[in-house]
Nanobody, 113 residues
Framework: EVQLQACGGGLVQAGGSLRLSCAAS????????MGWFRQAPGKEREFVSA????????YYADSVKGRFTISKDNDKNTLYLQMNSLKPEDTAVYYC??????RGQGTLVTVSS
């Protein structure tokens, strides 16, 4: 069974940066698209970013476009989300998910103003 483990969250000041990682078990990582979602307190889960299985195509929510970069290392079975110019409204639990429907435990990102 595929397991996904996200890490890299933490507390950062507005304008700062964080890099999230999502490590995947199994041997299907390179054949699956991946994505990041987030859920802020009291709000519904929302799409953040996605990447195709090869890494050749990337997609971003308008709210993070130009600030976040998604990438995928198929040799390391790891998904990344580089987050720059963070804003307080980016505060949320961030989850990784693959196109096979597996979702990892989230990692909390808190951006202070």
């Amino acid at each position: 069974e595929v397991q996904l483990q996200a890490c890299g969250g933490g507390l950062v000041q507005a304008g700062g940066s964080l890099r999230l990682s999502c490590a995947a078990s199994g041997n299907t990582f390179r054949n699956l698209g991946m994505g990041w979602f987030r859920q802020a307190p009291g709000k519904e889960r929302e799409f953040v970013s996605a990447i195709s299985y090869s890494g050749g195509y990337t997609y971003y929510a308008d709210s993070v476009k130009g600030r976040f970069t998604i990438s995928k290392d198929n040799d390391k079975n790891t998904l990344y989300l580089q987050m720059n110019s963070l804003k307080p409204e980016d505060t949320a639990v961030y989850y990784c998910r693959n196109s096979g429907g597996h979702r990892g435990q989230g990692t909390l990102v808190t951006v202070s103003s």
